[in-house]
DNA sequence: CGCAGTTTTGATTCATCTCAATTTGTGTGG
DNA sequence: CCACACAAATTGAGATGAATCAAAACTGCG
């Protein structure tokens, strides 16, 4: 497996953006992203009781990690802006791509069980997340009931999704993988604004590779093929969906 | 895909042990799973409190769901006796098995996020549970720290669990994944204070299969290939594990 | 502008699936 | 209690999708 070498840098201190009113100002209430985010739902009132929540911001750069396997796990965060990917990695040197997140979603959940995290999180691009101190998090759901329903919602959602991707690795095959990861993508970054049809992979082949169950030569002629098939066109990472349609119907359409 | 023909009842009225004061006694506070269920770690007076959380128990006959995909969620399930499998059917007739659970460990936590179950849950061999209405699970969260601290760790343990099932779909050949699954038995036997070199599968091996993305036919073909090998002794359901350092030397020592 | 990292494409190999036949086990009703 | 039908498991032979190995083309970063 080939070692990505990329800056070794994670330490917390310097990067941190000081809590200051004005920063704390910027916060949830005023986040454009509250929608998709940990506040969703929320009240007004109840928003601004989840201001305090945010610990501070932390811009993490491309390549540097937000935490490590074996990290203590003292927070979960938010992204602000940007894009993560979570990978694992296994005594052999086995390692796989567990997810990617972006603006809105949250990480840093698979360290509650044990205290301590249990991935690797890895900014693709220069980003930015807030911190939310996990204790802190615990408290003010014991008081806003809003709060602590949302959270629960969103580490269910988790479960839920990793459930889709078992499916994904369990009982599709790589162009119907392919198409379900794309379909996917689009649909969140719909749901950020952004168009549904034209997107940048801020991820290499071999890190969807990885992430679908699939060695990097293979997404690569799926992408070829779904080019030749006039369902997408590619350049590179710039992916542009002509024909969303086709692409569902590979999914549903169980080959063999 | 083979659809296996089973009793179709999922009425709750019946089955549904009612509450009595004596049953209620016989709660958590009583129960020899609470190490391994929702009290873990809560002082006597905490479980105390639990007892109230019970909102009843329901025998599940083997065969039979707990919940279907579709169910509005309302509670949570803890295992008190019995084997369970939950699985997910895609519209083309695709389907997947996503976990198997037994006494002691926590059913429905899929519904959260939606309110909607989204995975089903049948009972493989007779089994009973205790049903956690949802509502009142969060009500007394907000009470009892220690309870809230631990929910979350069962839900972040259940999103490290897939995490693990992600590595074995996405990077495992079949031996590896089967002896993975053998050892992940073993040791949850071992915690229920069964013996960790013997155990009877609940399963069939379509299901293991399913579970583990491969077909049957593979599956018996490890388990032969294990047998031969004299990892294993296998005799339809039961399993003897004769040397599980070599399973474990299996999975570590990447093949290719 | 050059070089390292990434991507594409081709040829070949291999693990698992598929199809098929047989054996073994299980539950039901006479 | 036995026989029958059906479900589950084993085993073999052949097909196939993805991995592997290899080389060339592209990109963008410093």
Known sequence: MTQIKRPDDNVQSQNVVPI??????????????????????????????????VGGRRKVKRGHHLYRAGDPFEAIYAIKMGFFKTDILLEDGRDQVTGF????EILGMDGIGTDVHTCNSIALEDSEICIIPFVQ????????????????QVMSREIVRDHGVMMLLGTM???????????NLSQRFTA?????????LRMTREEIGS????????????????????LISVHQKHIRILDAGGLKRLLNHQAP
């Not at 997140?101 to 809105?104: D, F, L, R, V, Y």
């Not at 095959?173 to 379909?183: G, V």
């Not at 030569?217 to 030749?228: G, I, K, L, P, Y």
């Open 211 to 230: 992430y679908l169950g699939l060695k990097l030569e293979t997404v690569s002629r799926a992408f070829s093929r779904f080019q030749d098939d006039d």
């Open 101 to 104: 997140q972006m603006a809105g």
């Open 192 to 200: 950020r604004g952004y168009s549904p049809q034209e997107f940048h």
């Open 20 to 53: 200051t009113l004005t920063s704390l100002k910027a916060a949830c209430s005023q986040c454009n992203l509250r929608e998709l985010c940990l506040p969703y739902g929320l009240s007004e009132t109840e928003i601004a009781q989840i201001d305090h929540l």
């Open 173 to 183: 095959r790589a162009e119907e993988r392919l198409a379900a990861f794309l379909l």
């Open 137 to 152: 998090l615990e408290q003010l759901s014991r008081e806003v009931q809003a709060l602590q329903r949302h959270f629960h």
